[in-house]
């Protein structure tokens, strides 16, 4: 009875059919019910993904946003367990007041614990903490015919490895364990600076990664010349006074999805400009909530809308350190001269300490993620040229961002992939995985 | 810090109102029917720090267990200060054309139980002299239509009850609200075919009957849009409301 579900891109635009179960016991009989009747289908949690990795390859997925129960919290040590439908929001708001904060959150909290494991998403700490797995005690699994597995690394350790990261394709998560870091308070002490130019980011990032907890920079990716690879470098730590207070900022809206986008060339050349101008020249430090330092998309509900019925694509990559400063200078040249411009662009060095999981994402190197509202030139220009020097540099495509990587850079990148094929679970696939395994 | 009775305690509306009463450090006798899952619901109100969640499985239609259930309350309790009412089927209106026995348990359940749990609970809420009796009745009580007139008329006689109790119970101190919820997405309605601009969320409905226990509400309609809708239905005369097949 839901809404045709869409990933967050919007593109392709695939509608899903959602079919919900609303208490763990319902679990393997609704993802039996969908695999009967359609022939497989996928988890899925709140829809988070841009590209076409979070839809079922029979366009039939099995809602999990309804499993939204914690099942046990230690507020001494910090581990909760909870069903796989709980957003990270709602576990933030009941475990800041407690002086408990995510150890590794990506920049929306809308996303699902079973997401968030998924894709093994990493944020802003990435060079600190590493990926959300590396701060995963345990999951119970549902597979078909095969009913709950507990999975951990010293249980079914196999599975464990798979399924972080694991696309959806290897069971249906109803319940994850996550070990919590301790905070002193919501707020965080940012500093925020300029740079001129990539040479200038990387030595500020060389320099203060490894000082603070959190680290990221925004690129002016339409600045061309002089200005070519400006942006704003800013990083943060949990401050130490400040209470422990759920940031609870009204959300605006776009309420309903313009024919056409909104974002083009000239929009996100005049806002990378303005914002660049507000920023400080020297740095600046700064006490900000919770919530504008992680998640400042999140104040406005539905944003995606923005770019139009056609929608969006994210290209997300992460460069080995080695190849990252010549791929990344090739990179944003190739952005700046083409015909699309990106809105956003956010750099994030990541750091070395390793995922458990086998298609996780990250690696130590520089990730660099862009946005361009949907055209047939993207996947036709502009995006092979990108993968071509991705390619050429070692680095990898991120899953959860993607709508057009070729099976072979996919497989090249990511060869594990035959061990979560041997793993995947016979009752759940994707477009994605279709797309690039098929 | 509240004290709160929950009849259906499993329902996703329950669910979702109990939660905004944890955030309010509240304390919880939970009553329903599935003990598996009532001890899911009561664990994770605990783990999102409710002061205590005591539970009692009980099938609403078991009369006699009423009184026991309502002792046992009080004694964990000792005073009332909220009792929300929420357990409910949604018949299937064809299967109750053909035979009255499907008729006859969806009162049961949505009625009858509701009535006699009112009885008890009134009398309770009398000797204390405070506290709020909150009702999940439905729009659907409103007027009787020819897709759901079964479920309609067991919720309509949930509504003239509690107004009803209202008026008797209000020398006394206690306030009775009649909560009239559209189209939510629940387990209730998996499956239906409802048109998705009308259709709200669990947590949605749970801020205003959360709202409405505070401000003392007689008749709440869930989300506010209903209510004036619902005041176009009930005004629509018979002989056309019967061409309509809403
Ligand atoms: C504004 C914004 C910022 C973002 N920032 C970051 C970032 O900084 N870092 C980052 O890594 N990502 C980021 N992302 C991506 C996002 O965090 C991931 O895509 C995340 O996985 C989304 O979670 P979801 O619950 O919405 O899952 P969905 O998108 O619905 O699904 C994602 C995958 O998880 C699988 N899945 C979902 N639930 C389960 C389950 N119970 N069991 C098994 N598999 C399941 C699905 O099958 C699918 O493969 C961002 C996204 C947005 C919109
Ligand atoms: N969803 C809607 O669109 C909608 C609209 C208007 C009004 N309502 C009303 O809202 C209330 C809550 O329903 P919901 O939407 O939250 O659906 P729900 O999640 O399906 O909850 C209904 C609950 O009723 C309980 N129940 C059913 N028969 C029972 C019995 N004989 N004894 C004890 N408990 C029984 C079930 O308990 P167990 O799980 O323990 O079996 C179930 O948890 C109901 O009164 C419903 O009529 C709903």
New interface residues.
Partial sequence: ???PLRSWGRYPNLPQTGH?A????ELSAQVDAVFKAHGSTLPFGNGRSYGDSCLALSDHVVETR?LD?????DWEKGV?R?EAGVTLAEILR?SIP?GWFLSVTPGTQFATLGGAIANDVHGKNHHSRGTFGNHLRCFSLMRHGEGALTCSPGENNALFAATIGGLGLTGVIDWAEIQLMPIRSSRIDSIVTRFADLDEFFALSRELDHHHEYAVAWIDCLAKGTYAGRGVYIVGDHASDGGLNVDDRAKLDVPFTPRLSLINKASSRAFNEFYWRLQPATPTPRQVGYEPFFYPLDRILNWNRIYGRAGFQQYQCVIPDIAAEAAMRELLSVTAGAKSGSFLAVLKRCGAIASPGLLSFPLAGTSLALDFPQTAHLEHELFPRLDAIVRAAGGRLYPAKDAHMTGADFRNAYPAWEKVEALRDPALNSRFWKRVTG | MKRILIIGANSAIATACARQWTAQGASFFLVARNAEKLAQTAADLTARGAKAVDVLAMDATDFTAHAAMLASCVRVLSQIDVALIAHGTLPDQKSCEQSAAPAVEAFAVNATSTVALLTLLANQFERQGAGTLAVISSVAGDRGRPSNYVYGAAKAAVSTFCEGLRARLFKAGVHVMTIKPGFVDTPMTKGLKLPAALVATPEQIARRIVAGVERKTANLYTPAFWAPIMLIIRNIPGPLFKRLNL
Avoid at chain 1, 22 to 25: C, G, L, Q
Avoid at chain 1, 69 to 73: D, G, L, M, P
């Fill in positions: 009875m839901s809404q919900t609303h208490w763990r016991s309804a129960r914690f099942i046990s919290a909760l909870a009941v407690r």
